[in-house]
T-cell receptor
Framework: GAVVSQHPSWVICKSGTSVKIECRSL??????MFWYRQFPKQSLMLMAT?????????EQGVEKDKFLINHASLTLSTLTVTSAHPEDSSFYIC????????????FGSGTRLTVV | GDSVTQMEGPVTLSEEAFLTINCTYT??????LFWYVQYPGEGLQLLLK?????DKGSNKGFEATYRKETTSFHLEKGSVQVSDSAVYFC???????????FGTGTSLTVIP
């Protein structure tokens, strides 16, 4: 079946530094990728949608200059959290559309980001 | 807007107990409804789905019925196993877009 690999699974970084999270579709071409964020005891919230080769579409309230999304190929999307602050600490998870899953959505395993 | 309200956890059950995790939704039109499961260290996996009213999704002994009159999609299993320990997410996707709306997740621990 369709597999999405997300890396790293957890990361701790210092305030002010940038962190890159990768999301790869291993056995299918992901025409669209989605990035979600989950704060403790809250729902997964969609941050942005990216189509291969075009700029990402950000949800209201998400800073595009802070959360840089690149979807340069059909198998890779990256989320870079720039100048991270403790309030950016969260669980980030990607989803890729394509492949043979129901409605073509496959989720990665998520990344736990802690900014200290 | 669309939203999902899910029973808060954590839930701890003994093996072979009956499980219910409540989920209700708010949506315009006719959304599709899903239950996803996340095992420790893994991604979200689709557990079951239903696309229209009165549909019943089922998989691995889990069931959920799309109830439009009560806007609910409660997850049930008659006899849980230790291996069912995971976080369960209820979700909907509107029939007009790609976006999923998730509940907060319910952590289930099954003890022998």
């Amino acid at each position: 079946g369709a597999v999405v690999s997300q890396h790293p699974s957890w990361v701790i970084c210092k305030s002010g530094t940038s962190v890159k999270i990768e999301c790869r579709s291993l056995d299918f071409q992901a025409t669209t990728m989605f990035w979600y964020r989950q704060f403790p005891k809250q729902s997964l919230m969609l941050m942005a949608t990216s189509n291969e080769g075009s700029k990402a579409t950000y949800e209201q309230g998400v800073e595009k200059d802070k959360f840089l999304i690149n979807h340069a190929s059909l198998t890779l999307s990256t989320l870079t959290v720039t100048s991270a602050h403790p309030e950016d600490s969260s669980f980030y998870i990607c989803s890729a559309r394509g492949g043979d899953t129901n409605y073509g959505y496959t989720f990665g395993s998520g990344t736990r980001l802690t900014v200290v | 807007g669309d939203s999902v309200t899910q029973m808060e956890g954590p839930v701890t059950l003994s093996e072979e107990a009956f499980l219910t995790i409540n989920c209700t939704y708010t949506a315009t039109g006719y959304p599709s409804l899903f239950w996803y499961v996340q095992y420790p260290g893994e991604g979200l996996q689709l557990l079951l789905k239903a696309t229209k009213a009165d549909d019943k999704g089922s998989n691995k002994g889990f069931e959920a019925t799309y109830r439009k009159e009560t806007t609910s999609f409660h997850l049930e299993k008659g006899s849980v196993q230790v291996s069912d320990s995971a976080v369960y997410f209820c979700a909907l996707r509107s029939n007009t877009g790609n976006q999923f709306y998730f509940g907060t997740g319910t952590s289930l621990t099954v003890i022998p």
